[in-house]
């Protein structure tokens, strides 16, 4: 009998010794080795970002040369224009740093020796320091310049012609309209800003909706379509021509956008929606309805894209001769006067009509296309897809670009304005990862997309940083790096790996393993726990 009872204690015991290692040891060796690999990432932060205000610094210096205005004006001018310029409350938020002092005598020297508009630029500030700095220039009244608005120059200099001293009021309010609705544009920024976080509530502007998103780097093609190069031999220096008219654009955007040219030349293509013929003008009309029609055919003739870069096409069209001439016009049925039309987020196509050949002529007959003109048209096209455009304000007149392609003031509004789209981008791409992971946890988050997520938290971060100081140049670079490592992160192919593998897949797989051992362990488990409650009673009895 004793040598049963040890026999059946030796078997109890062993149950609980198989059933102590399933449970305490076993089935949590493999939920750990079953689960997946998940780096933390900074949710909390992520989480900060969307409520979190931005605030970015314009520097404005108030320079009075006009003998007229006394320190006591200069003074009230200063509050008056600060108390303009301070905003409400807001998502983005402008800070403007005043500095108003009279012109030295050197200054006021130069002011009186203008003789036109265009001298201003260069007269007291100079360099790429001075990105983001503005100076606005109080003439006098009786100023032979005899300003009736605001003129902003080339550069960074506003000259605004006073009223004299009775009505510093008025210059005030000239000087804070031109900084708010002209200059700075601080309602588009708000809405750049809140679209770029996907908030559709906001009427977007019609230059973000016509221009590409911001990116690093951007792919240009320049494409000649010949549909009939058996009659007409068209020949174009497109090289010569880039050199000449659009590296002057590409050089001063070098430093915080790479773009990419490349040319190629279509033949036996044409369009193939046929046009109306106006026979009082003898020529095919191109209406706006039209055009959707003739890049569809075209685009899928222009090559394949394999780049991450925004592509912008720019296509010279020569009508074949059952087509020629062909004008396109307006809603009103008026010619357009540059016979060319944008395409927005995709490029631009100018219409180039040559004469046709003579009844002697030998065919293919040699053409050359005026270079000058197509690139006039491709580059203010180009300026209009990244965010480029000129002020037409009706109380302020700006200097016309001419041969700079880019002037200094609008180099900073578009870096401002990419500089909120990519930080606002940035956040919501940022916060779309993190409630993707959050809500699928099986997804593997691996290292190198935690160090991503994390440099364009800090990316962000800086930028915000560097807004609020002032620095310009280095907030838009720092936005540009949280643009391009949340992007990395979001599309990261490893964050698929196991989005088709989930829980209770996991569990359909391993159940018809652990189950025919696991019901043994039970029963026996369950024997031992009754045998030791029986020798407990045993004892106490």
């Known amino acids: ?27 949590p060796l493999w939920w750990k080795t079953t689960e997946v690999y998940r780096v933390s990432l900074p949710y909390a932060e992520i989480s900060d970002l969307s409520v979190t205000k931005f605030k970015y610094t314009v520097d404005v210096d108030i320079i009075n040369a006009d003998e007229s205005l006394t320190e006591n004006h200069i003074t009230q001018l200063s509050r008056l224009v600060s108390d303009k310029l301070e905003s409400g409350e807001a998502d983005v938020i402008p800070y403007y740093r005043l500095n108003v002092r009279d012109a030295t005598e050197k200054e006021r020297a130069k002011v009186k020796s203008m003789s036109s508009k265009s001298d201003i630029d260069g007269l007291l500030l100079s360099g790429e320091e001075d990105i983001n700095r503005y100076q606005v220039v109080i003439i006098p009244k009786l100023s032979p310049l005899s300003l009736r608005k605001p003129f902003l120059s080339l550069g960074r200099t506003i000259l605004v012609q006073s009223a004299g001293s009775t009505d510093v009021s008025s210059l005030a309010n000239t000087v804070s309209t031109v900084f708010k609705d002209s200059l700075i544009k601080e309602e588009s920024l708000n809405k750049v800003f809140h679209a770029s976080k996907g908030d559709r509530s906001l009427k977007p502007e019609k230059s973000s909706m016509r221009s590409v998103r911001s ?43 790479k773009v990419n040219v490349k040319s190629q030349v279509l033949y036996f293509t044409g369009f193939l929606k046929r046009m109306k013929r106006d026979n009082k003008k003898e020529a ?74 003579s009844e002697n002529d030998t065919l293919p007959v040699p053409v050359e296309l005026d270079m000058r003109r197509v690139m006039e048209v491709f580059v203010s096209q180009l300026r209009l897809l990244l965010n480029f455009h000129s002020l037409k304000h009706g109380d302020i007149d700006v200097a016309e670009v001419r041969s700079q392609v880019i002037s200094k003031w609008e180099l900073d509004g578009w870096m401002r304005s990419r500089c909120l789209e990519n930080v606002g981008t940035s956040i919501a791409t940022l916060q779309s990862l993190s409630q993707l992971l959050e809500e699928i946890s ?11 997520v994390q440099d364009a938290v800090n ?58 051992i696991s019901l043994p362990v039970l029963a026996s488990l369950w024997k031992a726990f009754k045998w030791m409650r029986e020798s407990t009673k045993q004892k106490s009895d």
């Open 1 to 27: 009998m004793p040598n049963k009872q040890e026999e059946r204690a030796t078997q109890m015991y062993a149950a609980l010794g198989i059933g102590f290692v399933c449970i305490v040891i076993g089935i």
């Open 284 to 357: 095919f009309l191109y209406t706006d309805q039209d055009l959707p029609h003739v890049i569809n055919p075209l685009e899928a003739k222009l090559g394949s894209h394999t780049s991450n870069n925004p592509a912008l096409n720019f296509l010279v069209y020569v009508p074949s001769r059952d087509q020629h001439p062909i004008y396109i016009v307006d809603s009103k049925g008026v010619e357009i006067e540059s016979n060319s039309f944008l395409s927005p987020q995709w490029g631009g196509i100018y219409i180039q009509n040559v004469p046709g050949p």
């Open 215 to 257: 990116n690093p780097g951007y792919d240009v093609t320049f494409t000649l379509v010949n549909p009939q190069p058996d009659i007409l031999d068209v020949q174009w220096d497109i090289e010569q021509a880039v050199k000449i008219y659009l590296d002057p654009f590409l050089q001063q955007l070098e430093k915080y956008a």
């Open 442 to 452: 099986n997804i593997v988050i691996q290292d190198d997309i935690g160090q991503q």
């Open 459 to 516: 990316s962000i971060r800086e930028s915000q940083r560097h807004l609020v100081e002032g620095r310009l140049e280095k907030a838009f670079l720092e936005s540009r790096n949280a643009i391009v490592c949340s992007e990395k992160a979001f599309f990261d192919p490893s964050l698929l790996a196991l989005l088709y593998f989930p829980e209770d897949q996991k569990f359909a797989i391993y159940i018809p393993l652990f189950l025919p």
